[in-house]
């Protein structure tokens, strides 16, 4: 399986806008990809919304199951993450996937 690119694919959304916010975000996406969360994820890109607050939730939602296809521990409470309030799918415009080589 093919990986997003993390770092071009991965945004913030609401929330703190630091690098340990993007850190948080893109644990939280790997761990949406893991549980099929995230279709097409080659030809999209993730907005992850509060990620500080959201990956705490997760962290104290239980121990987490490690997924080895992902490389990934997911948490519980991952699968309560709303699609619309907690993260969004976004499709990539032509102009960023070029600029980016994706």
């Not at 975000?25 to 995230?38: F, G, H, K, N, V």
């Not at 699609?83 to 600029?99: K, L, P, T, W």
Request: proline share 2%.
């Amino acid at each position: 399986m093919t990986n997003p690119d993390w770092n071009w694919q991965v945004k913030i959304g609401r929330g703190r806008s630091d690098t340990g916010a993007h850190h948080r975000a893109i644990e939280i996406a790997r761990q949406l990809l893991a549980i099929d969360r995230w279709p097409d994820h080659l030809n999209t890109l993730i907005v992850i919304h509060d990620a500080y607050d959201l990956h705490r939730q997760l962290q104290l939602s239980g121990r987490g199951v490690y997924n080895a296809d992902h490389n990934v521990t997911v948490y519980t409470a991952v699968y309560e993450l709303e699609a619309g309030r907690d993260y969004e799918i976004v499709c990539m415009s032509d102009s960023f996937r070029q600029a980016h080589n994706l």
